[in-house]
């Protein structure tokens, strides 16, 4: 366990480009469908269980919420896509803040997209890194839920994924937010990303 997890605090929440903290040092984003499991993803990783508010109702979280690690260092959980019952206008407005976000931010420095293994790279998901890579952002697809399947399942829902992704530059890695499986595994990749002091 890094310590530098368990600090994570609450900083602010940001409904437009606007409202982001100052765009210095390092942050790495969370983006997946609403549902997905980032908040929970992130509870996990920083050991927090109330840090980042999970929900059942998708969609709840349309906002850049940002959790500082130390004054330079931010884990972001953005807001959830793919749920159904919004207006186009709300799907507008997600898609440019998302784009802005991904494109403009300098301070960021990798971006982790969650997705339920059990229902990997939908379209949106596959849009999502098609951002990440013309930003030219290292990324990771965090397959999470996987307490739901069964060990086989996981390791065949892992190497689908890995194929499929095979010819882009995406680590792919299973993960539980019940049962800390990844926890380890992630937490050495952001430290990277984030450039975290050795402990
Ligand atoms: N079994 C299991 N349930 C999980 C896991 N991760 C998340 N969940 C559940 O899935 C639901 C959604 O989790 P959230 O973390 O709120 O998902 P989110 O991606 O942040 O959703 P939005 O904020 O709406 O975009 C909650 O009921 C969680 O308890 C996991 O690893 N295993
Ligand atoms: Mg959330």
């Known amino acids: 366990m890094d310590p530098h997890f368990q600090r994570a605090a ?26 997905a499991g980032k908040s929970s993803a992130i509870n996990r990783l920083c050991h927090q269980r109330g840090l980042a508010r999970t929900s059942r ?3 709840r979280t349309q906002q850049l919420v940002f959790f500082r ?7 972001v959980d953005l807001p959830g896509y793919g749920f ?3 207006s186009q206008a709300i799907k ?17 420095r990798g971006l ?29 697809a965090l397959l999470t839920k996987a307490d739901k399947l069964k060990r086989g399942a996981v390791q065949s829902q892992l190497a689908g994924v890995r194929r ?6 995406v680590a792919v890695e299973g993960f539980s937010a019940a049962s800390g499986l990844g926890v380890d595994a992630v937490q050495v990749r952001l430290s990277q990303w ?6």
């Open 57 to 59: 109702t998708p969609g």
């Open 92 to 108: 507008a407005g997600w898609q440019a803040l998302m784009e802005d976000y991904l494109r403009r931010r300098q301070c960021l």
């Open 69 to 75: 690690l130390d004054d330079e260092r931010r884990l």
């Open 112 to 140: 982790v997209v969650v997705m339920d293994i059990r229902h990997p790279l939908t379209d949106i998901d596959r849009q999502m890194l098609a951002w990440g890579a013309a930003a030219e952002l290292p990324m990771l």
């Open 164 to 169: 499929e992704l095979a010819d882009q530059d």
């Open 194 to 199: 984030l450039e975290l002091p050795p402990r």
């Open 10 to 35: 609450f900083q602010t929440a940001a409904a437009s480009w606007a409202g982001t903290p100052p765009d210095t040092g390092w942050e790495v984003a969370f983006a997946g469908r609403s549902n």
């Open 84 to 86: 159904a019952k919004v």
